[in-house]
């Protein structure tokens, strides 16, 4: 099959269906909380993320399906063993850092169960194909492939040939990564997927959100594209919004100062309500391509500028900056006339706050039948 006809073209804005929640442009943004490692090891925790996060307003609770012996090997050492000073993680093993993460595979179905209970689409992002395994056991509706995992087609094609829902995010993967990704999930039997702009580091630096890519995923691969956000706060996803993201994801937890192996970067509830609450506003807020007056401005239209007579005129008496004013209300002839009406003539007395038209010009006919011609109007 031809990549490059698969994967550029036009920009689909088809909507994707997640457990019957239309995602897509006409939509409010569909915010997942990632509960990733949160929970610290307590089941009691996760649910109670999971109510917060279902009274915030989310969407939907990711889980991440993995377990250390799936992840890495038990070792301590090389590249085994995190030394770099500036990771949250310095100081751990690999195995010890997934071993302490990752979300018990028992656990899924309370998790799953009371998001049922609450409204919540619950979903997850396998990281192997026993993964997938398991949670099409629990018949998830959709998945997520972690933007480490991009590189890993056999796992993105078990995915896709369940025939659900695929998000993928994009992490550090560069263009041709992403087209071997979206063509493999294509050839596997995608028909519904989205893309999401990810930074990998952790936490991310807004100035590395490089926002802009999203229009242009959107438009190289021709489906969706949200935002995987590892930035602390909601400014960069809001951002994101307004760049056409239709789909944000963002770590969430109970309380920072809890905390636990994602802490840092994870939103505490009531940001996320606000995260929920200004994404919607932000997507209302786009519109369409609009000049002029709205139906709700139009009533406005009295307050502009306009000329009107603020002093009394006899009859043939000359306009002048004395006896001319641009003013409010909006009744009288634009001030864009100011400069071609000083010096004729008034054609009748005029009262002081009366509204300037061409009839009350002296050589109104003439005038007023030339700037017809130019399209303007005759009258205020």
Not at 175 to 194: F, H
Not at 229 to 253: C, L, M, S, Y
Request: net charge negative.
């Amino acid at each position: 099959m031809n990549t490059t006809s698969l994967n550029s073209g036009s920009t689909n804005d088809s909507e994707v269906i997640i457990q019957g929640r239309p995602v897509g442009p006409n939509h409010p943004p569909f915010i997942i909380a990632e509960l990733s490692g949160n929970h610290n090891r307590s089941l009691e925790r996760a649910l109670a993320i999971v109510d917060a996060v279902a009274a915030a307003g989310a969407d939907a609770l990711k889980l991440q399906t993995y377990t250390a012996e799936t992840m890495t090997l038990n070792l301590s050492e090389g590249e085994f063993f995190i030394e770099d000073p500036k990771s949250l993680w310095q100081g751990e093993s690999l195995y010890q850092l997934y071993e302490k993460a990752h979300t018990p595979w028992e656990w899924h179905e309370p998790i799953m169960r009371r998001c049922r209970e609450l409204g919540l689409i619950c979903f997850s992002s396998p990281f192997d194909a026993t993964a997938v395994d398991f949670l099409e056991t629990l018949q998830v509706p959709a998945y997520k492939i972690a933007s480490f995992e991009i590189l890993d087609l056999p796992l993105i094609k078990k995915a896709a040939s369940t025939g659900k829902p695929l998000i993928i995010s994009t992490g550090m993967a560069t263009e041709a990564e992403i087209d071997d990704a979206v063509t493999a999930a294509k050839n596997a039997g995608c028909q519904q997927l989205i893309l999401l702009k990810c930074t990998s580091s952790y936490p991310a630096n807004p100035a590395e959100s490089h926002l802009r890519t999203i229009p242009y995923l959107k438009g190289r691969f021709g489906v969706q594209v949200g935002l995987s956000d590892h930035t602390p706060g909601i400014g960069a996803a809001i951002a994101a919004v307004a760049v056409g993201a239709t789909v944000i994801e963002k770590h969430v937890t109970l309380s920072r100062n809890d905390g636990g192996v994602d802490s840092a970067f994870s939103l505490e509830p009531l940001e996320l309500k606000q995260l929920v609450q200004e994404a919607a506003i932000a997507r209302q807020a786009l519109g369409s391509v609009h000049l002029g007056p709205s139906d709700r401005e139009k009533a406005s239209l009295q307050f502009r500028r306009t000329l009107y007579v603020v002093e009394d005129m006899q009859a043939g008496e000359v306009f002048s900056a004395e006896n001319v004013r641009a003013i409010r209300p909006g009744l009288g002839l634009s001030p864009k006339y100011y400069e071609t009406i000083l010096g004729q003539k008034t054609k009748t007395p005029i009262t002081r706050g009366t509204a300037l038209c061409w009839e009350l010009i002296d050589d109104s006919p003439a005038k007023a039948q030339t700037l017809i011609q130019q399209g303007m109007p005759h009258a205020h």
